[in-house]
């Protein structure tokens, strides 16, 4: 998971969710809708802002599934974001875009692997409609993310999956891998977080790759890499055996951790360097 700062506009102040909602509420025709929808602004505004509230303290989770909003409808309310806030004429589109183009290289915060091409409801708008526009409840994502999650929301603590704008678990290394002796090799992925951090955030960060399927996306990748760079490492076993190939999965690891400790690569190459059997040889296909 990669931390994102929380969404901002071109000015690069932080979106407001009311503002937001009246942009997209602007766009609706019928005078008595768009009256119903005004009417319940300062509702998406204090949700919102219990919204930031409890996702700094973890507690996402206590937040309650709704059909309707004051006198609006759930499916009214998920209307202002299907209608007025994805199309791309709509006067709501210019802020998804913004939030859409927020990750460098435009890369998944929710698998580090994946293009962003959508805007996920970290709590889904079928079941919060409150939150269909609200900026920091849209999270770029990319298709393998969106379509794992789904409409899953957490009901306890612990199956609270990793927010991109309110957890930062950059800083430490939580991702880990094990190589799986084969022909090929194979790679295992798994958190395996610091033993000082707490009982709930390790829980957490289990669920995140559970609950995504992380570990099946990582692995895959991690085979496709092996088979690029098997030739460089059979080569270097001839010239130089266990030891060569190890000091260069050791630079390649410097490389990957600088840009991001806990990408799926810099976990395959962790486990790579410290499997005898990988640099002896593992790693050649018979």
């Given at each position: 998971m990669r931390?994102?700062?929380?969404p901002?506009?071109d000015n ?9 909602f009246?942009t997209?509420?602007?766009?609706v025709k ?5 009256a119903?929808l ?9 949700e ?5 509230v ?8 206590l ?6 909003v004051?006198g609006?409808?759930?499916?009214e309310?998920?209307k ?8 791309k004429?709509?006067?709501g ?5 913004r939030?859409?183009?927020a990750p ?10 994946g293009?962003?091409?959508t ?14 526009v ?19 929301y957490?009901?306890?603590m612990?199956?609270q999956l990793?927010h ?14 094990e190589?799986v002796?084969?022909?090929p090799a ?12 707490i ?6 960060v ?5 609950e ?5 996306l990582?692995s ?7 088979s690029?760079i ?5 080569n270097?076993h001839?010239k130089?055996g266990?030891?060569a190939v ?9 490389s990957i951790?600088a ?13 790579a360097?410290a ?12």
């Open positions: 931390h994102l700062p929380l901002t506009d690069e102040d932080i979106f407001a969710a009311d503002d937001v009246e997209c509420v602007s766009m019928k005078p008595t809708l768009r119903q005004r009417a319940i602004s300062q509702d998406v505004k204090t919102a802002a219990d919204y930031d409890k996702a700094a303290k973890m507690q996402l989770y937040k309650q599934p709704h059909n309707h004051g609006v409808s759930g499916d309310m998920v202002v974001y299907t209608l007025r806030m994805v199309p004429t709509s006067k589109r210019p802020i998804y875009d939030i859409m183009s460098v290289h435009r890369r998944c915060p929710l698998c580090g692997i293009t962003v091409n805007l996920d409801h970290y709590l889904p708008k079928t079941h919060f409609p409150i939150f269909s609200t900026p920091h409840n849209l999270i770029p994502a990319c298709e393998w993310c969106q379509g794992e999650k789904l409409e899953y957490p009901t306890t612990g199956g990793l991109p704008y309110f957890d930062n678990v950059d800083n430490e290394v939580w991702l880990a891998s190589v002796a084969g022909v194979g790679f295992r992925y798994f958190a395996a977080p610091p033993d000082h951090w009982p709930l955030l390790k829980t957490r289990a669920a995140h790759l559970e995504l399927n992380l570990p099946v990582f895959s990748n991690a085979g496709s890499r092996l690029e098997r030739a460089r490492l059979m270097l001839q130089g266990e030891n190890r000091i260069h999965l050791y630079e390649e690891l410097a951790e840009d991001h400790m806990n990408s799926w690569a810099a976990a395959m190459y962790r486990a360097v499997s005898d059997w990988f640099c002896n040889g593992g790693f050649k296909e018979t």
